[in-house]
């Protein structure tokens, strides 16, 4: 009995490997093909170009791509992928199932949100990429997006997370309070200012305090409702009634982007900027485009961290180069060279030697609340 139940066993670990191994040739197999419908194509890649490091970054993935794999990746600049996601929708509504314009999307939150609901995207994308496996889903938040699963329809590329970069001696530490902020506007009139809404990193920043005022309510993380928002918003609302006659320009007008901000901190014409990248100050100390004197700070709840991904379009003329293209964008040379602050310095999604330690993380909220603070936001003080 017992050397036919090894024998039994055996023959069942046998099958097994078997079939691991067949299933390996045939994923192996099918990425073959995917290759070769690859080579030769141009991906329309849609993504912000508001920035000369990413701009520089996917100029060099286009020349990796070529010789690598045949592959064209050409960067469609846009100031806000709400653009794409209008016109995808658009497409729908006009029965346009394929040869869209669009093969690759930079995506997160809302927009994700959006097209996940209407359906927009190419389905099982995750499991498409052989170089899935290399991400770091057991230790970072990379498979939920603005409290939403992400289900395979987009691919983790990179994590963003909102601090503060500061003048020297601004704060005397790392964590800082919305009452210190506030404090500081008092003292130095006119030296504090933050990006206008819808900005992301603007918006940000109106999340970030509505955490720290509200105590991180749990609702905060959930579908927005009237009730939650009548119960919450009010004390972002007193802080900012509070805040915006310190500010530059007593508040009057904000600074159009990030890029802005940072720059007017570098003149000294302001004291503290925002970024969303935790690697974005090294970044520009290094590039001597900020003085060394420069530190950086977060909210004491901890910092906003979330993800940003890649997707494809459902109706994509490209979808073969496309997946190729992501595949070699989560590869590690690629998350390296990203992670790099002498080129991009995000921070990778995939296990890098030497990577810096995240800050402490605070959750995003639930992508519901973007809008609401935005609309919000503009219909009290513009």
């Known amino acids: 009995m017992f050397r036919f139940n090894l024998r039994k066993r055996f023959n069942a670990a046998a099958i097994a490997l078997l079939a691991l191994t067949a299933g390996s040739a045939q994923a192996e197999d099918d990425w073959s093909h995917v290759l070769d419908e690859a080579r030769g194509q141009t991906v329309y890649f849609y993504a912000w170009g508001g920035s000369d490091a990413v701009n520089r970054y996917l100029r060099w993935a286009d020349g990796e791509l070529r010789s690598r794999h045949g592959v064209k990746l050409q960067h469609v600049k846009v100031s806000d992928i709400a653009e794409a996601v209008h016109r995808l929708r658009t497409d729908k509504d006009a029965g346009r199932e394929q040869g869209g314009a669009m093969d690759l999307l930079w995506i997160n939150g809302e927009n994700f949100h959006a097209l996940k609901r209407h359906q927009l995207l190419e389905p099982e994308l995750l499991s498409a990429v052989p170089n899935h496996t290399h991400l770091l889903t057991d230790k970072l938040p990379l498979l939920s997006d603005f409290g939403v699963p992400v289900d395979g329809l987009e691919v983790p590329w990179g994590m963003g997370q909102f601090n503060l ?16 902020l506030l404090q500081y506007a008092q003292d130095h009139p006119g030296r504090l200012s933050y990006p206008k809404p819808p900005d992301f990193i603007g918006t940000t920043f109106l999340k970030s305090l509505l955490q720290a005022l509200t105590d991180n309510d749990e609702r905060l993380y959930q579908p927005a409702t009237d009730k939650a928002a009548a119960d919450l918003l009010p004390e972002l ?45 090294a970044a520009k100390v290094k590039a001597g485009r900020l ?71 605070a959750p995003e909220l639930h992508a519901s609340w973007q809008g609401l603070l935005e609309d919000q936001w503009l219909a009290r003080y513009q």
Do not use: C
Request: glycine share 4%; hydrophobic share 40%; aromatic share 10%.
């Open 165 to 180: 970069i500061a003048r020297e001696k601004t704060f005397p530490q790392k964590e800082i309070t919305p009452q210190q």
């Open 237 to 281: 609302w007193g802080y900012l009634d509070q805040l915006h006659p310190l500010l530059w320009e007593k508040g009057k007008t904000f600074p159009q982007s990030s890029a802005q901000q940072l720059q007017w901190l570098a003149d000294g014409q302001l004291h503290v900027a925002f970024s969303f990248n935790p690697q974005e100050m």
């Open 291 to 361: 003085p060394a004197s420069v530190t950086q700070h977060y909210f004491s709840q901890g910092a906003i961290t979330n993800s940003h991904y890649l997707a494809v379009p459902r109706n994509a003329s490209h979808k073969a180069a496309a997946k190729v293209a992501i595949n070699f964008l989560i590869s590690e040379p690629a998350q390296q060279r990203k992670a790099d602050t002498d080129h991009w310095g995000d921070p990778a999604v995939v296990e890098l030697p030497g990577e810096p330690a995240l800050l402490p993380t």
